[in-house]
């Protein structure tokens, strides 16, 4: 996402007649560190403000809300449930920006698609992500629709993350699923072997997992969500758009990703996943992936 902004924005300054000046920040997943991240970007009284993912989005928030700083976020699955706007197609404040939001249910019916017998399914969350339970309770709503057992467990770290990971193995579900949900992505590389080796296919929200070795990713093309927000951008800092009457704006398609590894290890044939998604795309795993 941070390239495809930078891309978009490097490419329209010659068309445009203006030269963009970018600073990067890395909030680390810490909340003092991103705390200090924002308070640095007030003070520099920036043009604009780009935080990627709901964490940074709703620190920054927070921070530029007596200011007239336009933050444009990336990659929030939910704003409006979380707060950051009062409404998709009509922010109301200086906050607007693109979201990743996932269809679960598509998902789910992946799932069906691989094991029509599908029986129990685990549910793998940081309870403290907020951009994880909505997917989360519409997993659950799925589930129950369909007569399929949850088995649900939760982690905010590491350690916590790959002792839920142990459970759901013993627990012998068929298949695992996690939405877009950073705490688990970082630990992906310490968990999905303990899956492939235990038979389990783990059914994920976001491509980044499959790159850390979860069987597939299911969502939006990441560097276009990021060519979008870049054009959001020039849209505001240059043409003076509104963030407060900018809609949020949303990819359509759906991309799936597989990791053709693990695919092998599990013995799935991945094509049988074609028709379900706009794009399907092969990825082995990557392990020294950094987020």
């Given at each position: ?18 030269t ?14 991103l ?7 007030v ?7 780009v ?6 989005a ?10 007239d700083?336009?933050?444009i976020?990336?990659?929030v699955?939910n704003?409006?449930e979380?707060?950051l706007?009062a409404?998709?197609e009509?922010p109301?404040?200086?906050v ?7 269809d679960?249910e ?12 599908l ?9 403290g992500?907020?951009s ?10 799925f589930?129950?629709a ?5 088995v ?5 770290n590491a ?6 990971a142990d459970?759901?193995?013993a627990e012998k579900?068929d298949?695992?699923?996690t939405?877009?949900?950073n ?8 968990i ?12 994920t929200?976001?491509?980044?997992f ?13 560097v276009?969500l990021g060519?979008?927000t ?5 849209d ?17 398609e759906g991309?799936?990703t597989?990791?053709?590894d693990?695919?092998k290890q599990?013995?799935?044939?991945y094509?049988?996943f074609a ?7 092969e990825?082995?795993?990557?392990t020294?992936f950094?987020?």
């Open positions: 996402i941070e390239d495809a902004i930078e891309a978009e924005l490097k490419a329209k300054e010659a068309e445009l007649g203006v963009f000046e970018i600073k990067k920040y890395n909030g680390q997943a810490d909340s003092a560190v705390n200090q991240i924002a308070a640095d970007v003070a520099e009284d920036v043009d604009a403000v935080p990627i993912a709901t964490p940074a709703v620190l920054l928030q927070a921070a530029t809300e007596d200011t700083i336009p933050v976020f990336s990659a699955s704003p409006v979380d707060g706007v409404d998709a009509k109301g404040s200086n607007t920006g693109t979201s990743d939001g996932i679960t598509a998902i789910f019916e992946l799932m069906l698609v691989q094991n029509p017998e029986k129990k399914v685990g549910l793998l969350y940081d309870k992500q907020s994880s339970l909505v997917s989360i309770a519409d997993a659950k709503a589930c129950q369909k007569g399929i057992e949850v649900e467990k939760t982690g905010t350690s916590e993350v790959q002792t839920a459970v759901l193995v579900v298949a695992v699923f939405p877009q949900d705490t688990i992505m970082q630990a992906e590389l310490a999905y072997e303990k899956f492939a080796d235990a038979g389990i296919p783990h059914y929200g976001a491509d980044s499959a790159l850390n070795g979860a069987l597939l990713g299911y969502g939006v093309n990441y276009n060519t979008l870049g054009e959001m951008v020039i505001i800092v240059v043409n003076g758009a509104d963030p407060a009457v900018t809609p949020i704006r949303k990819l359509e991309i799936l597989v990791n053709t693990i695919a599990l013995n799935i044939d094509n049988i028709d379900y998604c706009d794009e399907l795309k990825i082995q795993t990557g020294d950094n987020e």
